[in-house]
């Protein structure tokens, strides 16, 4: 039907394969542009913005407390951090500080959102390695996690539990009882991922000196949070600068990678960092619940707030917080007004995978997948 | 080292360029001349002392009288961090949408301004001179205009489809529920008296440039509203 | 076969080319009736063990007990689904694909015994016939992944015909084992072999790495986790079938189940029996009910290795396309060949076990 002319007809040209933004393993609406020699990635260009939802636009828009709900759509699979830092940007900028007992509880909340949120990016890694089950291993620990986060905040994902002046409703102590007896349940629950997937043989071959990141490109392009850490850079916002008086007293590792199975900062020991760091999550939390104080939960000055908007001198504030991704910041400039006059993101993603470009070329498509998985992106947070 | 010592070194090795360290906000920064935000970010990146290996955040800030671009920068090693400054005045004449302020790219001294810059050009229109690859990031390629500019005039059409023109954003709406609750009432109206759902607002209309486009002589191309009865009244409709 | 068209003409007179087309209907139709029940029941069972490994129930509702209805109501849902052609597709071959490679597996189906007699035709190259006709799929795989003008899909038969044919290797070394040992390629002869001498994996030290070889590369060739590159949903969406809807979906599907069951069947036949049981006896029963226990016996064998297949797919990841490849050339090629080689030498001497070690 179609002879073939000429001998020369048959030739090898680059492919080029447009991986999303409707693909099932960039964990949202990524696109990334590839051009392909047989299975081998040989460049790459990202394109972002399909989730843009103007954010820091409507955070110019509305008053200071009203932005919180937004930040949780910000990173939704760790709402409790992303409230926190805002919080935190704009307590800063009114100079007030949270009370003790809202403190105590903001470090239990925003721990048990960085296990719920580094299960989904096992349970996700697992599935874009080709192994469905640890999915659903996860979630069911999530569940769990999010049952308990339910209670003080009232729903389920986007919490806006932590607001300006401290948090929004009290804890019980029937529920820090029921927080330490999921610690227990959740340490079992962890050695069973590590049987599941983390030691599987193939799971090894496949993420093992894969999207290797060297120390000083991570540090370049801005990376952080496991990232980075798998790099080999002991670097964590908690343990150095703590944003929070708590993270002084508690005692924790920050785990780093140690190229286990291959080179130093390969996509396995950015998955393990992140394996590690729930543990050490469960530490704090484990110290954290049983020393929370009596007292108030919200500040009587800021509470005034929710009945007349805000008022900030001038000036501006940066606040950085240890997000599960990486260092969330924000950058508020107030002119006295009611709203900011610039919401400014540092959204840890979006730094993250700028670094994509430079680790896919002469990979395979399948370490592609395996690369864009262990940088654990959420292109909420990408695109804000 | 804290701010102060920092902005006193940068002095003393003699970067060109340098400006005040400013302490009035609970975050105190440094001014700096576009020209010399290059020797300054190289200075503070390679010098033992200070050590910045990471750049997080490159903002445009836009106010009143003038457009601001900020450079936070960290240090590891030695857990300090500084912010810097680069101010525009703004112009007397045509000032506004079209003005483009130009700062030197420091992507190749910070591969992470890569990205930031280019939202920075994306959102806010500040061309960063030299650098490799300056185009939109968030947005699609052929939009028109940097939304974050506080004159940012709202498009009536993208891609050949019509943006809503009536609804009143929610961050425009404010607390004004009165307001609201005559909008729909007034679209209400309309839709029973079987008018075109869009049309040019009226003259006295508060938003800028809002409708300046709208396709009002294509009404036999538009979909109008039929007036049946028992019509949801929350002004979805216009969602065709 | 023989047995119907005999029975055709002792009941009805009928002789020639009516009975054989009787016969062949007949046939035909059992196996179709067979592959699809097999098919239903094998993807309700699939989801049945994936959901237990995964702790949560899986289909629930649909019919009365354990959801037994949801495969029927998919197949339902699948065959009223509307029928999308891309229309950058090339139509003849799109059309064409699914069906060629349905007919690859299912006429390997004819070769198959499952009791004594039970069986469509009796080939003498019988092991030879299913894994030789069961290559057409990869023809049916690359046609279709062309045919769908989409790059996910072209990788996905790109992939599919690299590995498959590279694991014909492997299967086919790994089941010469167990053939030098009968002698023949008759799989009727296996079942009598073993009726006789034992279970074949229990024949020598070697016998075991063949299986183990076989059981490995039939996974890669019914592209199973965690061989299921063509696919690999992460990947490639959904490898060469991306562009399916529909019945047509359904027959990738319809294929992959019963590739299974043929490897499956295989393992069971040539290694581990077959229709005999080591401590029963049923030749000397009466004729139908040796046959219906045999029948039994060996689908519960087969069933055990889907399980198998199932259990593997949801615990390993998926590996990649090289490492498939270096699996392949670098482990089974090989120790298929030292089974071979090793089994040679030991029927020569007659040892059971390495002499003087154990």
Same mark, same amino acid.
């Given at each position: ?23 099932? &393993? ?7 542009? =590839? ?34 709900? !937004? ?65 659903? !291993? ?26 300006? *002046? *401290? ?28 049987? =599941?997937?983390?030691? &599987? ?29 798998? &790099? ?14 708590? !993270? ?15 080179? =130093? ?29 009596? *007292? ?21 504030? !940066? ?9 969330? *910041? ?43 998985? &262990? ?10 | $080292? ?49 050590? $910045? ?56 001294? #910070? ?22 690859? $300056? ?34 954003? $929610? #961050? ?69 | ?121 009796? /080939? ?25 003008? @989409? ?14 044919? @590279? ?61 299921? /590159? ?28 019963? @590739? ?99």
């Amino acid at each position: 039907m179609y002879a073939v002319e000429e001998k020369n007809d048959v030739f090898t040209e680059e492919l080029k394969l447009n991986l999303g933004p409707q693909h099932p &393993s960039t964990h949202g609406v990524l696109r990334v542009e =590839l051009k392909m020699d047989g299975e081998i990635i040989t460049a790459s260009r990202c394109d972002i913005g399909y989730l843009h939802r103007c954010a820091e636009k409507i955070g110019e828009n509305v008053t200071y407390l009203q932005f919180t709900p !937004y930040t949780d759509r910000m990173d939704y699979l760790a709402s409790m951090n992303n409230n926190l830092a805002w919080s935190l940007a704009v307590e800063k900028l009114i100079d007030v500080e949270a009370p003790e007992r809202a403190q105590w509880i903001r470090v239990i909340v925003a721990e048990l959102n960085r296990i719920a949120s580094h299960l989904i990016a096992f349970g996700t890694y697992g599935i874009d390695i080709g192994a469905n089950t640890p999915f659903f !291993y996860a979630f069911r620990e999530r569940e769990s996690i999010m049952a308990l986060l339910e209670r003080p905040s009232g729903a389920r994902m986007l919490y806006n539990y932590i607001r300006p *002046g *401290g948090v929004g409703h009290d804890v019980d102590d029937q529920w820090l009882a029921d927080v330490l007896a999921f610690c227990d349940e959740f340490e079992r629950r962890w050695k069973e991922y590590n049987t =599941l997937l983390t030691n &599987s043989h193939i799971f090894i071959k496949r993420t093992a000196n894969i999207g290797v990141i060297p120390k000083d490109v991570a540090l370049a392009y801005g990376c952080t949070g496991p990232v980075l850490r798998g &790099s080999g850079v002991k670097w964590d916002l908690r343990r150095d600068v703590p944003y929070l008086k708590p !993270y002084d007293e508690l005692e924790f590792d920050v785990p780093v990678g140690e190229g286990t199975h291959g080179s =130093l900062g390969d996509c396995w020991d950015r998955y393990w960092v992140r394996m590690r760091e729930m543990m050490e999550s469960i530490r704090i939390i484990r110290q954290a619940c049983p020393r929370v104080p009596d *007292g108030p939960f919200m500040d009587k000055k800021t509470s005034g707030m929710y009945k007349t908007p805000l008022k900030p001198k001038p000036g501006e504030a !940066y606040v950085r917080c240890e997000n599960p991704r990486g260092e969330l *910041g924000f950058y508020v400039v107030s002119e006295g007004g009611t709203s900011p006059i610039r919401c400014r993101t540092r959204a840890p993603s979006f730094c993250n995978l700028a670094v994509l470009d430079v680790l896919l070329p002469g990979t395979m498509i399948a370490d592609g997948v395996a690369i864009i998985g &262990s940088l654990d992106i959420v292109l909420g947070e990408v695109d804000r | $080292m804290n701010e102060q010592e920092l902005h006193g070194k940068l002095s003393g090795a003699g970067v060109a360029g340098l400006g005040e360290l400013d302490t009035t906000g609970p975050d105190p920064f440094v001014v700096v001349e576009g020209s010399g935000i290059r020797p300054v970010l190289s200075f503070l990146r390679d010098d033992p002392t200070c050590r $910045m290996e990471m750049l997080h955040l490159v903002t445009g800030i836009e106010r009143e009288d003038r457009i601001e671009v900020a450079y936070h920068v960290s240090s590891l090693e030695h857990h300090h961090s500084l912010t810097l400054k680069v101010v525009f005045p703004r112009p007397e004449a045509g000032g506004h949408d079209d003005w483009r302020p130009g700062v030197p790219s420091v992507a190749d001294i #910070y591969p992470a301004a890569d990205w930031h810059e280019r939202e920075q050009w994306d959102l806010l229109g500040i061309e960063f001179e030299g650098h490799p690859d $300056m185009r939109r990031i968030l947005l699609p390629d052929e939009w028109i205009g940097h939304p974050l500019r506080k004159d940012y005039s709202y498009p009536s059409e993208h891609g050949g489809i019509p943006l809503e023109l009536d609804a009143v954003p $929610m #961050y425009e709406r404010g607390p004004d529920w009165e307001r609201e609750e005559k909008v729909r009432k007034a679209k209400k109206e309309e839709r029973k008296a079987g008018t075109p759902l869009r049309q040019p607002p009226a003259p006295g209309s508060d938003r800028p440039h809002a409708g300046g486009q709208a396709p009002a002589s294509s009404k036999g191309q538009r979909h109008v509203i039929e007036p049946h009865s028992g019509d949801d009244d929350d002004g979805k409709s216009g969602a065709h | 076969m023989e047995t119907i068209i005999s029975f055709v003409g002792e009941q009805f007179g009928l002789e020639g080319v009516l009975a054989l087309s009787i016969a062949y209907a007949v046939c035909i139709g059992s196996l179709l009736g067979f592959i699809t029940v097999y098919a239903m029941f094998a993807i309700w069972m699939e989801r049945k063990v994936a959901a237990h490994i995964q702790v949560r129930y899986g289909p629930m509702e649909t019919g009365a007990w354990h959801g037994w209805a949801q495969s029927v109501a998919d197949a339902v849902k699948l065959l009223f689904k509307e029928d999308l052609i891309p229309r950058s597709a090339n139509k003849v071959m799109f059309l064409a694909a699914p069906a060629v490679v349905f007919c690859g597996v299912f006429a390997g189906f004819i070769a198959i015994p499952f009791a004594a007699g039970v069986q469509i035709v009796d /080939l003498d190259l019988g092991v030879f016939f299913i894994i030789g006709i069961a290559a057409i799929e990869v023809i049916g795989v690359i046609m279709a992944g062309w045919a769908s003008n @989409s790059k996910y899909s072209l990788f996905g038969a790109v992939r599919e015909a690299a590995q498959v044919v @590279s694991y014909e290797i492997p299967t086919a070394v790994a089941l010469l084992v167990p053939i030098l040992v009968v002698g023949s390629f008759r799989l009727g002869d296996f079942n009598a072999f073993q009726e006789e001498h034992g279970w074949l994996i229990f024949h020598n030290v070697w016998m075991p790495i063949a299986a183990l070889c076989y059981f490995i590369s039939s996974l890669a060739g019914c592209k199973r986790a965690p061989f299921d /590159l063509p696919e690999a949903e992460s990947e490639l969406v959904s490898g060469f079938h991306t562009e399916y809807s529909g019945m047509r979906f359904s027959f990738f599907f319809l294929e992959e189940y019963a @590739s299974m069951f043929v490897a499956a069947l295989l393992v069971s036949t040539l290694f581990f029996g077959g229709w005999t049981l080591p401590f029963l006896d049923v030749t000397s029963w009466p004729y139908g009910l040796a046959q219906g226990v045999g029948m039994a016996v060996l689908l519960v064998k087969t069933f055990f290795f889907i399980f198998v297949q199932m259990w593997l797919r949801w615990t390993l990841p998926r590996m990649r396309v090289d490492q498939v490849m270096g699996l392949g050339y670098k482990y089974l090629v090989p120790w298929g060949f030292a089974a071979l080689v090793g089994t040679a030498v030991f029927e020569y001497y007659g040892w059971r076990f390495v002499p003087g070690v154990f």
